[in-house]
């Protein structure tokens, strides 16, 4: 019975029965994301070993959400494939349920575009996400005169609509990564090309680099609450560095980055905090960077466990005088729980050198 079953397969599905799975998935390679569904379709059996063979294959997907007909792009990084569909094809869920193994997602979003199916597929889909990139993108002018005039309206009621919408879109978009952003080592926000926030965890380090402009509405709205929505599942971190970029208010982008990697409840884990200035910190003079530190102190309050704070100062121009000032400000506001100590970045590169000399490199410790 077992081989009458075995030929009735193999005549219904002709030739295709008689091939090995490598050989059907090599098909499917010369194949279109249309085509391949609709082999699928023609016999359940090729609808599980197309699933098998070919779309675990699919591990990263690209969304071009910048118009209504959305774009998928998904690749096999084992073959260096690529293949497209779009929202114009009838079966695109399809096509987004069946590859179940999606580990890294990047989606590119007009301001304007209203449809959040895509959202809602995608959080059905419960892909194993690990690296999650947003990048947003505003609208684009059309040729349109209608259009162009509905865009550019300045009256009070277009402005407060547009802004509705917008705070519609952060909503949706928090809630979005609350659900798929759980198990993520990787997520990186773009509000435009040139403001970016990149995090970065490997167990319970986290790494933060923040290089975004100054906008407290935006903050409010999105950047923060996207940040506590991924940080809302995981355990607090022990070790944390965060990278600061500016062009403008250093000391509200050290406050804001520290907001977006560490959410209040996580606080009390941290034992090791390195703040890396990068080249931005040779334009800052001494009387600056004691201002930074003096407003960015208070917020160490709640890290009771904190026992190092690194301060990443190699391109400064400091004297060794200074950076003890540096210190003393810094420890004059913490608790006397606190143990702190202040390394240049001299100290970080010779690390082992450091902990056989301890005071060699020392700035000061408490």
Known sequence: SIRSKQRGFQMSLGYLGLLPPELIR???????????????????????LIDNVFFVDLKQMEVNWETDDIVFTLFSPSTSTAFSTTTAYENWEDILYKSKRI??????????????TVLDVIERAEYPLADVELLLRPNQPTTSDEDASTTSDTTPTAVLARRFFRNQVYRRLTSFMSICGCSLNRFRLETD????IEYLRKGSNVHLIY?????SLLQQQLIIPIFYAINASGAPPSTVTLRIGWREKPVIALQTAFHVALPRNHRSQLQVLKLDFGFNVSTLSHEEIQHILAQYAPYLYDTRRLQHLVLDLSYSTLHASELETLYSIISNELPG???ISVYTSESLLKADFVAKQKHTNRVACS
Do not use: G, M, W
């Open 103 to 116: 580990s890294k997602l990047s989606i590119k979003k007009n301001e304007d575009v209203k449809d959040f």
């Open 193 to 196: 090309p040139s403001n970016s």
């Open 26 to 48: 090599e098909i499917c390679y010369n194949l279109s994301l249309s085509d391949i569904v609709n082999l699928q379709n023609s016999h359940p059996c090729l609808e599980v």
């Open 211 to 215: 290089a975004h402009d100054n906008d």
């Open 337 to 339: 729980t606190h143990r």
